[in-house]
Structure formats: structure tokens, C-alpha cells
């Protein structure tokens, strides 16, 4: 049992204080990743995407761990430290290319494919023991996802989907409003769902498009005599 033990030790031979300095070393680095992760996952988490605390915090760590090991398994007489940490970005973009979806004639996920490829970076620099680099970068990321998206919906710049519910009495009389208010909007109406609960009936269709015109397309619909009343939601695939 203690020669199968060292036999398996043989690629790492290094005194025990120098194990005792690597371990140390890399609990450090494992957890600024873990925590900066963390970071970038809670917006995420908290604006309800995909890829959240979880996946972001364990990404982090993931990308810091292999940087760590890239050297490690390398040994000290192998100039190529960092081929083991050079497949992270292939990995990392076979994982982001399964957060990208579409559907009805548009994209969604890019943003968290992006944030996903972003945290990795983070996690290898945390892993080099660039700790500074790290946190700025983790700053530029999360004011870049918040203050940058709400100065785009503030300017009227992004366009974003939204779930439309009409309810009323007369389904024909709705749709025909709906179709009117679309026509001068310039918008084309597509994707309609009809269906009925009793006597109320309900139309529901989905748009994307600026603010300023969901909120014109909003006022518009709300004043027509056939809604009765009008609902919206976002649409849980918008990035």
C-alpha cells in the first residue's frame, strides 16, 4: 500500500514544506475566486439569469483551480506552464455557446455567455495571484451589467421583449384593436395566443422594442373599449 502511495506521489516531488506553501497559496486564491464569482453570480441571480450565483461562483473557482494546477503538473523543468490553463477558454466557450438560444427571430443568452467567459478570466487571474487585476475587473463587469443597462433603457437605446395580455369579452374585438394599435406603431403582430376561461377571453402576443414604444403601445391599448384590461410581462428568456 505504501509503495501504490508513492508511486502515485512521484509526479509531485517536493518537500512537505513546499506542499504546506502550495496548499496555503491556493486556499488564498480559491477563495478570492469563490468570492469574486460570487459577485458577478448575486446580479446575475438577482435579474434572474441562467447562469447565477452558483454557476458564476464555481466557474471562478474552476478557472483559478486549473490556473493552479497548469504549473503544479507542469513541474519546475517544463518551460509550458500554462497548457493546462490555456484550455480554459475553449471550455469556457463550449459552456457559453449553450447559454445562447434562439427563438422567435432573436438571440438571447449573449449576455450571459459573455459574463460566463468574463468570470473565467477573473478565476485564471485570481489563480496567477493577481489579485488587483481580479477585483477591477470584477468592478468593470458588474458596473458594465447594471449602470450600463439601466443608462440603456434610461436613453431609450435597448430593446427588450415583452409579453402582451389582452382579456376582454369579445375576442374579435380585441384582436382587431390590438392589429390597429400594432399598424400605427409600425410593428407587425405575430405569434398571437387566443384562448378563453369561461366568458373572458384573452389575447396575448409579444413585442420587443424600446421603452418609450412599449409604453406608447401600452397607453394605446389600455384606452381601446374592448380591452378590458391589459397585462405585461417580461419575458423570462430576455438577457
Same mark, same amino acid.
Given at each position: 500500500?505504501?509503495?501504490?502511495?508513492?508511486? #502515485?506521489?512521484?509526479?509531485?516531488?517536493?518537500?512537505?514544506?513546499?506542499?504546506?506553501?502550495?496548499?496555503?497559496?491556493?486556499?488564498?486564491?480559491?477563495?478570492?475566486?469563490?468570492? !469574486? +464569482?460570487? #459577485?458577478?453570480?448575486?446580479?446575475?441571480?438577482?435579474?434572474?439569469?441562467? @447562469?447565477?450565483?452558483?454557476?458564476?461562483?464555481?466557474?471562478?473557482?474552476?478557472? @483559478?483551480?486549473?490556473?493552479?494546477?497548469?504549473?503544479? !503538473?507542469?513541474?519546475?523543468?517544463?518551460?509550458?506552464?500554462?497548457?493546462?490553463?490555456?484550455?480554459?477558454?475553449?471550455?469556457?466557450? #463550449? !459552456?457559453?455557446?449553450?447559454? /445562447? %438560444?434562439?427563438?422567435?427571430?432573436?438571440?438571447?443568452?449573449?449576455?450571459?455567455?459573455?459574463?460566463?467567459?468574463?468570470?473565467?478570466?477573473?478565476?485564471?487571474?485570481?489563480?496567477?495571484?493577481?489579485?488587483?487585476?481580479?477585483?477591477? @475587473?470584477? /468592478? /468593470?463587469? %458588474?458596473?458594465?451589467?447594471?449602470?450600463?443597462?439601466?443608462?440603456?433603457?434610461?436613453?431609450? !437605446?435597448?430593446?427588450?421583449?415583452?409579453?402582451?395580455?389582452?382579456? +376582454?369579452?369579445?375576442?374579435?374585438?380585441?384582436?382587431?384593436?390590438?392589429?390597429?394599435?400594432?399598424?400605427? @406603431?409600425?410593428?407587425?403582430?405575430?405569434?398571437?395566443?387566443?384562448?378563453? /376561461?369561461?366568458?373572458?377571453?384573452?389575447?396575448?402576443?409579444?413585442?420587443?422594442?424600446?421603452?418609450?414604444?412599449?409604453?406608447?403601445?401600452?397607453?394605446?391599448?389600455?384606452?381601446?373599449?374592448? %380591452?378590458?384590461?391589459?397585462?405585461? #410581462?417580461?419575458?423570462?428568456?430576455?438577457?
Amino acid at each position: 500500500m505504501t509503495t501504490l502511495l508513492a508511486q #502515485f506521489a512521484q509526479p509531485f516531488d517536493f518537500d512537505r514544506l513546499q506542499q504546506i506553501n502550495v496548499v496555503n497559496g491556493a486556499v488564498g486564491r480559491l477563495l478570492v475566486a469563490c468570492l !469574486l +464569482g460570487a #459577485f458577478v453570480g448575486l446580479q446575475r441571480e438577482v435579474k434572474r439569469k441562467a @447562469a447565477g450565483l452558483r454557476t458564476n461562483l464555481l466557474i471562478c473557482m474552476g478557472a @483559478a483551480f486549473f490556473t493552479l494546477l497548469s504549473a503544479v !503538473l507542469a513541474g519546475d523543468g517544463n518551460p509550458d506552464k500554462g497548457r493546462v490553463a490555456s484550455n480554459i477558454v475553449q471550455g469556457i466557450g #463550449f !459552456l457559453g455557446a449553450g447559454l /445562447i %438560444i434562439h427563438n422567435r427571430s432573436r438571440v438571447s443568452g449573449l449576455t450571459s455567455a459573455a459574463s460566463v467567459f468574463v468570470v473565467a478570466s477573473i478565476g485564471m487571474a485570481c489563480g496567477a495571484g493577481l489579485y488587483a487585476a481580479a477585483v477591477v @475587473a470584477t /468592478i /468593470i463587469v %458588474i458596473v458594465a451589467l447594471e449602470a450600463v443597462g439601466f443608462l440603456e433603457r434610461t436613453a431609450n !437605446l435597448k430593446i427588450y421583449p415583452l409579453m402582451y395580455e389582452a382579456r +376582454g369579452r369579445d375576442q374579435t374585438q380585441m384582436l382587431s384593436s390590438i392589429l390597429d394599435a400594432m399598424d400605427k @406603431a409600425g410593428e407587425r403582430l405575430t405569434s398571437v395566443e387566443r384562448d378563453a /376561461i369561461g366568458e373572458l377571453q384573452r389575447v396575448s402576443f409579444a413585442l420587443t422594442a424600446t421603452k418609450k414604444q412599449h409604453e406608447l403601445l401600452s397607453k394605446k391599448l389600455r384606452g381601446e373599449p374592448a %380591452i378590458a384590461a391589459l397585462l405585461t #410581462f417580461r419575458d423570462p428568456e430576455e438577457d
